[in-house]
């Protein structure tokens, strides 16, 4: 059984930063693309950061040059640190992985989702 376990959100100020972690455990082979989600009331889940097993990464407009997502592939662990906040980051952060439980498998996993709410 694998699961992604995220930590990290809460309450900041505009301005203030954030780090999300993201931890898999269980019965992991491999790790392919690890990603950061959000999703804020009344609107679509949207792809705010992603990394590659290799370490490349890509980031939502939005969010280029303020978060940086990052990985340690030995913790089997996926960050995203958050700078520079602003009100309309508020949304729940969701961690998913592209991970290989078996030999002859892939599969999709999501975390369980953190709050960051930017407020004053």
């Known amino acids: 059984q694998v699961q992604l376990v995220e930590s990290g959100g809460g309450l900041v100020q505009p301005g203030g930063s954030l780090r999300l972690s993201c931890a898999a455990s269980g019965s992991i082979l491999s790790i392919n693309d690890m990603r950061w989600y959000r999703q804020a009331p009344g609107t679509q889940r949207e792809l705010v950061a992603g990394v590659t097993s290799g370490g490349s990464t890509n980031y939502a407009d939005s969010v280029k040059g303020r978060f940086t997502i990052s990985r340690d592939n030995a913790k089997n662990t996926v960050y995203l640190q958050i700078n520079s906040l602003r009100p309309e980051d508020t949304a729940v952060y969701y961690c998913?992985?592209?991970?290989?439980?078996?030999?002859?498998?892939?599969?999709?996993?999501w975390g369980q989702g953190t709050q960051v709410t930017v407020s004053s």
């Open positions: 998913y992985a592209r991970i290989r439980p078996s030999l002859y498998t892939f599969r999709d996993y």
